[in-house]
């Protein structure tokens, strides 16, 4: 089984930065993508950023720039680091992974449980 914990969610001010941290833990043969989603009241979970295997990243248009998203294969963790940041990124944050249990089975999905982002004005 594959847990994935997040932290480094909190309270700041507009303007101000934040780290968020997911470690995947558990039986895994590889990790492919890792990404950040977010869901605000009221709206869909939309994909904030996402890392390949090799690197490559992707992110929504709203926060390039301001945010950066890496990872540690090594300890099978990635990170998002989200500066200047402001009151319409508040939002519960979700780590995604994308991975091997095993060299034959197919690729699965697990979700964090979430960690709020709250940005005042």
């Known amino acids: 089984q594959v847990q994935l914990v997040e932290s480094g969610g909190g309270l700041v001010q507009a303007g101000g930065s934040l780290r968020l941290s997911c470690a995947a833990s558990?039986?895994?043969?590889?990790?492919?993508?890792m990404a950040w989603y977010r869901q605000a009241p009221g709206k869909q979970r939309e994909l904030v950023a996402l890392?390949?295997?090799?690197?490559?990243?992707n992110y929504l248009d709203s926060v390039k720039g301001r945010f950066a998203i890496s990872r540690d294969n090594a300890r099978n963790m990635v990170y998002l680091q989200m500066d200047s940041l402001k009151p319409e990124d508040t939002a519960i944050y979700y780590c995604?992974?994308?991975?091997?249990?095993?060299?034959?089975?197919?690729?699965?999905?697990?979700w964090g449980q979430g960690t709020q982002v709250t940005v005042s004005s």
């Open positions: 995604y992974v994308d991975y091997l249990l095993t060299p034959i089975n197919d690729y699965v999905s697990d």
């Open positions: 558990g039986s895994i043969f590889a990790i492919r993508d």
């Open positions: 890392i390949s295997s090799g690197g490559s990243t």
